[in-house]
Protein backbone atom coordinates (compact mmCIF):
# COMPACT_ATOMS: atom_id res chain seq x y z
CA UNK A 1 0.00 0.00 0.00
CA UNK A 2 1.27 3.54 -0.71
CA UNK A 3 0.91 6.26 0.44
CA UNK A 4 -0.23 9.73 -0.53
CA UNK A 5 1.41 12.19 2.19
CA UNK A 6 3.20 11.50 5.44
CA UNK A 7 3.49 14.23 8.19
CA UNK A 8 6.18 14.64 10.27
CA UNK A 9 6.23 17.20 13.37
CA UNK A 10 10.03 17.24 12.98
CA UNK A 11 10.62 19.82 15.23
CA UNK A 12 8.64 22.60 18.13
CA UNK A 13 11.42 24.65 17.79
CA UNK A 14 10.60 28.44 16.30
CA UNK A 15 12.09 31.56 16.47
CA UNK A 16 9.01 33.35 16.05
CA UNK A 17 5.60 33.69 18.34
CA UNK A 18 2.81 34.42 15.46
CA UNK A 19 -0.80 35.18 16.66
CA UNK A 20 -2.24 32.97 14.23
CA UNK A 21 0.18 29.89 14.90
CA UNK A 22 -2.55 26.27 15.64
CA UNK A 23 1.01 24.89 16.29
CA UNK A 24 0.87 25.71 19.58
CA UNK A 25 3.84 27.26 21.77
CA UNK A 26 7.45 26.40 20.31
CA UNK A 27 9.29 23.60 22.77
CA UNK A 28 13.34 22.45 22.96
CA UNK A 29 11.66 19.30 21.18
CA UNK A 30 12.86 16.89 18.15
CA UNK A 31 11.13 14.23 16.50
CA UNK A 32 11.41 10.99 17.90
CA UNK A 33 12.98 8.95 15.09
CA UNK A 34 11.90 5.46 16.74
CA UNK A 35 8.27 7.00 15.54
CA UNK A 36 9.60 7.12 12.05
CA UNK A 37 11.21 4.12 11.07
CA UNK A 38 8.16 1.42 11.19
CA UNK A 39 6.16 3.84 9.09
CA UNK A 40 8.57 3.74 6.42
CA UNK A 41 8.89 0.31 6.85
CA UNK A 42 5.24 -0.29 6.19
CA UNK A 43 4.73 2.00 3.05
CA UNK A 44 6.24 0.45 -0.17
CA UNK A 45 5.99 4.38 -1.48
CA UNK A 46 5.21 7.71 0.15
CA UNK A 47 4.12 10.62 -2.59
CA UNK A 48 5.05 13.00 -0.52
CA UNK A 49 6.59 14.10 3.21
CA UNK A 50 5.86 16.98 4.51
CA UNK A 51 7.65 18.21 7.29
CA UNK A 52 5.74 21.24 9.96
CA UNK A 53 6.92 22.54 13.54
CA UNK A 54 7.83 24.19 14.25
CA UNK A 55 10.33 26.49 12.07
CA UNK A 56 12.15 23.34 10.37
CA UNK A 57 15.09 25.78 9.51
CA UNK A 58 16.13 26.37 13.35
CA UNK A 59 16.73 22.44 13.78
CA UNK A 60 19.79 20.74 11.97
CA UNK A 61 19.00 17.95 14.02
CA UNK A 62 15.68 17.59 13.36
CA UNK A 63 16.66 17.84 9.59
CA UNK A 64 19.67 15.01 10.14
CA UNK A 65 16.98 13.17 11.90
CA UNK A 66 14.70 13.06 9.25
CA UNK A 67 17.52 12.22 6.63
CA UNK A 68 18.97 9.75 8.46
CA UNK A 69 16.22 7.53 9.36
CA UNK A 70 15.06 7.90 5.56
CA UNK A 71 18.46 6.56 4.49
CA UNK A 72 18.52 3.57 6.43
CA UNK A 73 14.94 2.70 5.86
CA UNK A 74 15.85 2.98 2.41
CA UNK A 75 12.89 4.32 1.98
CA UNK A 76 11.29 5.26 -1.46
CA UNK A 77 9.47 8.38 -1.45
CA UNK A 78 8.44 11.51 -4.24
CA UNK A 79 9.47 14.38 -2.61
CA UNK A 80 9.74 16.67 0.48
CA UNK A 81 8.29 19.90 1.60
CA UNK A 82 8.12 22.63 3.92
CA UNK A 83 7.37 25.61 4.55
CA UNK A 84 9.77 28.03 6.57
CA UNK A 85 9.03 31.83 7.99
CA UNK A 86 12.38 32.71 6.30
CA UNK A 87 14.27 34.09 8.53
CA UNK A 88 17.22 31.50 8.64
CA UNK A 89 19.63 31.00 6.30
CA UNK A 90 21.23 27.74 7.46
CA UNK A 91 23.63 25.63 5.05
CA UNK A 92 24.10 22.91 7.10
CA UNK A 93 20.35 22.07 7.49
CA UNK A 94 19.95 22.89 3.41
CA UNK A 95 22.76 20.30 2.76
CA UNK A 96 21.13 17.95 4.75
CA UNK A 97 17.88 18.63 2.43
CA UNK A 98 20.17 18.41 -0.33
CA UNK A 99 21.09 14.99 0.67
CA UNK A 100 17.33 13.84 1.17
CA UNK A 101 16.49 15.74 -2.69
CA UNK A 102 19.25 13.15 -3.90
CA UNK A 103 17.24 10.19 -2.50
CA UNK A 104 13.71 11.12 -3.51
CA UNK A 105 12.47 9.33 -6.90
CA UNK A 106 11.75 12.16 -9.18
CA UNK A 107 11.58 9.92 -12.36
CA UNK A 108 8.46 8.53 -10.52
CA UNK A 109 5.95 11.68 -9.67
CA UNK A 110 8.33 13.56 -7.19
CA UNK A 111 9.66 17.04 -7.38
CA UNK A 112 12.15 16.29 -4.62
CA UNK A 113 12.78 19.24 -2.18
CA UNK A 114 9.91 22.01 -1.90
CA UNK A 115 10.23 25.09 -0.10
CA UNK A 116 7.72 27.45 0.87
CA UNK A 117 8.32 31.08 2.27
CA UNK A 118 5.46 32.12 4.60
CA UNK A 119 4.53 36.06 3.68
CA UNK A 120 0.99 37.15 5.30
CA UNK A 121 -0.15 39.77 7.96
CA UNK A 122 0.76 37.74 10.87
CA UNK A 123 4.36 36.69 10.06
CA UNK A 124 5.32 40.55 9.44
CA UNK A 125 3.56 41.40 12.73
CA UNK A 126 6.41 39.05 14.45
CA UNK A 127 9.04 40.15 12.04
CA UNK A 128 8.34 43.54 13.29
CA UNK A 129 8.21 42.52 16.57
CA UNK A 130 11.79 40.83 16.06
CA UNK A 131 13.49 43.54 13.94
CA UNK A 132 13.54 41.27 10.99
CA UNK A 133 13.10 42.70 7.51
CA UNK A 134 11.43 41.79 4.50
CA UNK A 135 14.52 42.54 2.93
CA UNK A 136 16.37 40.09 4.88
CA UNK A 137 13.52 37.25 3.98
CA UNK A 138 14.07 38.38 0.19
CA UNK A 139 17.10 38.10 0.62
CA UNK A 140 17.39 34.24 1.97
CA UNK A 141 15.03 33.52 -0.65
CA UNK A 142 17.11 34.32 -3.14
CA UNK A 143 20.28 33.22 -1.77
CA UNK A 144 18.61 29.63 -1.34
CA UNK A 145 17.62 29.43 -4.92
CA UNK A 146 21.70 30.26 -5.58
CA UNK A 147 23.37 27.78 -3.62
CA UNK A 148 20.91 24.85 -3.50
CA UNK A 149 18.64 25.18 -7.00
CA UNK A 150 18.07 21.63 -7.04
CA UNK A 151 15.24 22.68 -4.92
CA UNK A 152 11.77 23.88 -6.17
CA UNK A 153 10.75 27.58 -4.35
CA UNK A 154 7.63 29.24 -3.28
CA UNK A 155 7.59 32.60 -1.95
CA UNK A 156 3.96 33.41 -0.41
CA UNK A 157 2.37 36.23 -1.65
CA UNK A 158 1.19 38.62 0.93
CA UNK A 159 -2.07 38.01 2.86
CA UNK A 160 -3.58 41.02 4.12
CA UNK A 161 -6.64 39.58 5.81
CA UNK A 162 -6.40 40.37 9.66
CA UNK A 163 -9.13 39.24 11.00
CA UNK A 164 -9.36 37.03 13.93
CA UNK A 165 -12.11 34.31 13.97
CA UNK A 166 -11.06 32.34 17.15
CA UNK A 167 -11.67 28.81 18.01
CA UNK A 168 -10.46 27.31 21.05
CA UNK A 169 -7.90 25.25 19.77
CA UNK A 170 -4.07 25.01 19.11
CA UNK A 171 -2.03 24.04 22.37
CA UNK A 172 -4.29 25.78 24.33
CA UNK A 173 -4.13 28.64 22.01
CA UNK A 174 -6.78 31.10 20.16
CA UNK A 175 -6.38 30.97 16.27
CA UNK A 176 -7.90 32.37 13.50
CA UNK A 177 -10.24 29.80 11.55
CA UNK A 178 -8.85 30.99 7.91
CA UNK A 179 -6.02 28.63 9.13
CA UNK A 180 -7.69 25.99 9.98
CA UNK A 181 -8.38 24.83 7.03
CA UNK A 182 -7.30 21.73 5.54
CA UNK A 183 -4.00 21.91 2.70
CA UNK A 184 -6.12 22.56 -0.57
CA UNK A 185 -4.45 18.79 -1.65
CA UNK A 186 -4.96 16.97 -5.12
CA UNK A 187 -6.35 13.57 -3.46
CA UNK A 188 -6.72 12.15 -6.90
CA UNK A 189 -3.38 11.95 -7.57
CA UNK A 190 -3.39 9.22 -5.23
CA UNK A 191 -6.54 7.19 -6.11
CA UNK A 192 -7.52 4.25 -3.78
CA UNK A 193 -4.13 4.85 -1.51
CA UNK A 194 -3.82 6.09 1.89
CA UNK A 195 -4.18 9.80 1.66
CA UNK A 196 -2.28 10.92 4.84
CA UNK A 197 -0.87 9.83 7.57
CA UNK A 198 0.83 12.65 9.94
CA UNK A 199 2.86 11.57 13.47
CA UNK A 200 3.97 14.61 15.90
CA UNK A 201 7.58 14.68 17.55
CA UNK A 202 6.50 12.48 20.15
CA UNK A 203 5.98 10.07 17.61
CA UNK A 204 2.31 9.96 18.18
CA UNK A 205 -0.10 9.02 15.12
CA UNK A 206 -2.48 12.23 14.66
CA UNK A 207 -6.03 11.36 14.47
CA UNK A 208 -6.61 14.27 11.73
CA UNK A 209 -7.01 13.37 8.58
CA UNK A 210 -4.76 15.65 6.16
CA UNK A 211 -4.72 18.71 8.57
CA UNK A 212 -2.68 19.48 11.84
CA UNK A 213 -5.66 20.04 14.42
CA UNK A 214 -4.31 19.83 18.04
CA UNK A 215 -5.73 18.73 20.82
CA UNK A 216 -4.26 15.73 22.64
CA UNK A 217 -7.32 13.45 23.40
CA UNK A 218 -5.04 11.34 25.57
CA UNK A 219 -2.80 13.28 27.81
CA UNK A 220 -5.00 16.50 27.45
CA UNK A 221 -2.10 18.63 27.35
CA UNK A 222 -2.91 20.18 23.79
CA UNK A 223 0.33 19.03 21.70
CA UNK A 224 -1.80 16.98 19.04
CA UNK A 225 -5.30 15.40 18.24
CA UNK A 226 -2.96 11.87 19.21
CA UNK A 227 -4.37 8.21 19.22
CA UNK A 228 -3.24 5.64 21.01
CA UNK A 229 -3.99 3.30 18.61
CA UNK A 230 -0.92 0.93 17.66
CA UNK A 231 0.66 1.22 14.14
CA UNK A 232 -0.49 -1.96 12.97
CA UNK A 233 -4.00 -1.66 14.24
CA UNK A 234 -4.45 1.70 12.40
CA UNK A 235 -2.79 0.09 8.60
CA UNK A 236 -5.05 -3.05 9.46
CA UNK A 237 -8.12 -0.71 9.65
CA UNK A 238 -7.01 0.77 6.49
CA UNK A 239 -6.96 -2.56 4.76
CA UNK A 240 -10.35 -3.49 5.98
CA UNK A 241 -11.94 -0.91 4.02
S1 LIG B 1 3.31 30.06 12.25
FE1 LIG B 1 5.31 29.11 11.84
S2 LIG B 1 6.81 30.73 12.22
FE2 LIG B 1 4.90 31.36 13.21
S3 LIG B 1 5.09 30.65 15.34
FE3 LIG B 1 3.99 29.05 14.16
S4 LIG B 1 5.58 27.60 13.52
FE4 LIG B 1 6.62 29.54 14.13
Not at 33 to 41: E, G, S, T, V, Y
Not at 45 to 70: C, N, W
Not at 158 to 166: A, D, G, H, T
Amino acid sequence: MDLGILGIEATRRCNYRCKHCYLGDAQQLDLNPDALRPILDYFPYIHQISLYGGETMTSPTAVKIVRDVLRESKAHFGGLSLVTNGSIYNKEILDTLGDIHEMSDKQRDGEGVQITFSNDYYHRLEEKRLGITRAQIWGNYQKMRETHPQFTYEYRKFEPRKELLVFPIGRGKLIASPYLRAPNLDFTLYGNKLECFTINAKGKAIKSNCSTTYFDADTGDNYGDVTTTPLQDIFAKHLEQ
